[in-house]
């Protein structure tokens, strides 16, 4: 079944606590792309990635890493989370061809940083 | 940056009622995007119109968009309890470097 994966799909932690929320997808996609949804503003990018070891900011990446090191792995990564970084987080996948370009998204991991 | 403005941001309607969803954007685009939206879960991708089409069907839904005026229009016929969803349109572009602009959603709630 085609599908992007996140793990966890909730998580609680404390200010400061180095974290990482896994993304994965089995559809041979180049594009990954992390997102984060508050209340009223919609998603936010936070990094895109168009390829392998290719990585790009998005809006809002401060906060943030990512890396690209396989196709289907695109991890985001909280050095040092704060209680701002509380959202629900989605990672998102596609082709980057023109016609194929829609968008598959994970079921989300809901970030509570205390 | 923020692109795509839905309106209105939050629509209730009687089930068997057509409900329609309008976007605006800002800037030249390639593509328009509509998804959907379940409490809490993934976006699912609804349908995708050019930016040299005008209208595009797929089953209950119609999309329109009007590139002159920078807006589109999501129509959904006779709905169901189970089209109770947020629903976000998604801008790719000219200059996007493949990036969606999204705009914050409308929350659609049927009433049986």
């Known amino acids: 079944e085609a599908q992007v994966t996140q793990n966890p799909r909730y998580l609680i932690t404390v200010t400061g606590k180095k974290l990482t929320v896994t993304c994965s997808q089995n559809?041979?996609?180049?594009?990954m792309s992390w997102y984060r949804q508050d209340p009223g503003l919609g998603l936010r990018q936070i990094y895109y990635?168009?390829?392998?070891?290719?990585?790009d900011k998005g809006d809002v990446p401060e906060g943030y890493k990512v890396s690209r090191k396989e196709k289907r792995n695109f991890p985001l990564i909280l050095e040092s989370p704060s209680p701002n970084q509380t959202s629900l987080y989605f990672c998102?996948?596609?082709?980057?061809?023109?016609?194929?370009?829609?968008?598959?998204f994970g079921p989300g991991t809901r970030l509570l940083v205390l | 940056s923020q692109q795509g403005e839905e309106d209105p941001q939050a629509l209730s309607i009687q089930e068997g009622e057509n409900a329609t969803m309008n976007c605006s954007y800002k800037?030249?685009?390639?593509?328009l995007q509509w998804y959907r939206q379940n409490s809490g879960r993934g976006l699912v991708h609804l349908i995708l119109?050019?930016?040299n089409e005008r209208e595009k069907h797929s089953g209950r839904l119609r999309v329109t968009l009007d590139t002159s005026k920078k807006s589109s229009s999501l129509l959904i016929t006779a709905s169901r309890a189970a089209d109770t969803a947020s629903y976000f349109c998604?801008?790719?572009?000219?200059?996007?470097?493949?990036?969606?602009?999204w705009g914050a959603g409308t929350k659609l709630i049927i009433k049986p």
């Open positions: 800037t030249s685009i390639n593509n």
């Open positions: 998102a996948s596609s082709f980057l061809d023109r016609g194929r370009e829609t968008q598959y």
């Open positions: 119109i050019r930016s």
């Open positions: 990635s168009m390829n392998v070891e290719v990585t």
């Open positions: 559809m041979n996609h180049e594009y």
């Open positions: 998604a801008t790719d572009s000219v200059d996007s470097n493949y990036q969606l602009i």
